[in-house]
């Protein structure tokens, strides 16, 4: 009886995590490999050598040098050739792009998004994108997946849309429906805009570094990408972190899940568009019009802004002392709610917070800012080929 990985299945895990480092960190040195994977130059140069081969990433010498003697070779990733389709379908946009290995955008198409769509009718938008883009691909290069994030509940096994309210979503087939519109003979994953933006904030944004975070996601609703331990949490089916749905206000304002009182009836669009006296406004131009308000001295915006902010510091200190994290990140709409009312939300939060949850806790807004989905979606479709780089192409 075999125990133990066997001498193949250690050679792939070495490949992938050569691999991956490569993806997130850009070019390395294999002397910085050898140190930071902790195998030998023989291994580093075999490993290397199997991933050129395979056509996924390149040796050379490094551009500058300030070190006598012979300079280690350097491993860069095959951006160009390596890439993956990604799309982001928010409430008001859609946004698809063509992501090198290495986590470069090489292309990119936003359009706006008509409220309403269905699944049928969003998916030739994005396969139209996806045919301008691919006029633009060189011969040879190499499409690895595509991944999609989307507001609403995602079912992990197929990517069903069980329940997207802000996009009027229910059952909703958005991976079965792209794969086949899309005409590309590459997987199609799906997951939620919060947990594909915490995704990508995590591996190579300003949450890089950090193994328990919270990314705050706000479009018409409000929810989470969570990190705890440097592992995605999204639950048993795959609809974790959806916070918006906490209920602070018994029988408060009817929420579009269904529900009454729900956190984002407070601190989402309709929510504060509706405590600034502008209920037929919609959209993150209206939001940003109250901001503007409320910046100007209009007394009800300033009114409706800062009780926003301190419904916000509310939720996120329940956040802070369930889950501890290191850092919350405001994105989407919750950027700019926080950077408007950051006084209430630090207030809220210190007054509520558990002191040793907040010992370490930063507050911040995205690096990758309204990419972060985005990028997230990408990092999804390359998870696949990390995992095992010479069997997924």
Same mark, same amino acid.
């Given at each position: ?73 350097? $491993? ?5 050739? @390596?890439?993956?389709? &990604?799309?982001?379908? #928010?409430?008001? *946009?859609?946004? +698809? !792009? ?87 003979? $590459? ?5 939620? @805009?919060?947990?594909? &933006?915490?995704?990508? #904030?995590?591996? *190579?944004?300003? +949450? !890089? ?69 502008r209920s037929d406004a919609r959209g993150r131009d209206a939001l940003l019009a109250v901001f503007d308000a409320a910046d100007r001295g209009d007394a009800r915006a300033q009114t409706a802004v800062r009780r926003a902010g301190d419904w916000l510091g509310f939720g996120v200190a329940n956040l802070v002392n369930i889950f501890n994290p290191e850092m919350v990140i405001f994105g989407g709409t919750m950027r700019d709610l926080y950077l408007a009312a950051a006084a209430q939300v630090r207030s809220r939060l210190n007054s509520m917070g558990l002191p040793a949850c907040l010992e370490h806790v930063r507050l911040r807004t995205p690096k990758l ?25």
């Open positions: 009886m075999r125990v133990g990985p066997s001498q193949d299945e250690i050679r792939r895990q070495n490949l992938g995590a050569l691999l991956r480092h490569v993806h997130v960190h850009g070019a390395t040195s294999r002397a910085e490999l050898t140190t930071t994977l902790g195998l030998n130059r023989s291994t580093i140069g075999a490993l290397t050598a199997d991933l050129a081969g395979a056509g996924l990433v390149s040796e050379g010498t490094p551009k500058e040098t300030g070190r006598a003697g012979r300079p280690s070779l350097v $491993v860069r990733p095959e951006s160009a050739r @390596v890439y993956a389709y &990604a799309y982001s379908i #928010e409430v008001d *946009r859609l946004r +698809a !792009a063509r992501v090198g290995l290495g986590g470069e955008v090489l292309d990119r198409r936003d359009l706006d998004r008509p409220r309403g769509l269905d699944a049928g009718e969003t998916a030739p938008l994005l396969a139209g994108a996806l045919k301008e883009m691919h006029q633009h691909v060189a011969p040879g290069s190499l499409c690895v997946g595509a991944g999609v994030a989307v507001c609403g509940m995602v079912r992990r096994d197929d990517g069903l849309v069980r329940l997207g309210p802000a996009t009027g979503w229910v059952d909703e087939p958005i991976g079965t429906v792209l794969a086949t519109e899309l005409g590309i003979d $590459v997987p199609v994953t799906v997951g939620n @805009v919060a947990d594909m &933006a915490a995704f990508a #904030e995590h591996a *190579r944004g300003v +949450a !890089a570094g950090c193994d328990n975070v919270i990314y705050l996601y706000g479009d018409v609703g409000v929810g989470a990408g969570i990190i705890a331990g440097g592992r995605r949490l999204t639950g048993h089916g795959g609809y974790g972190g959806e916070v918006g749905h906490m209920v602070v206000v018994r029988d408060g304002a009817p929420c579009e899940c269904g529900s009454r009182g729900c956190w984002e009836t407070e601190i989402g669009e309709h929510g504060l568009l509706r405590a600034a006296g800012g309204a990419d972060a989905a985005l990028i997230g979606a990408a990092e999804l479709a390359f998870e696949r080929l990390l995992a095992d780089p010479l069997d997924a192409g």
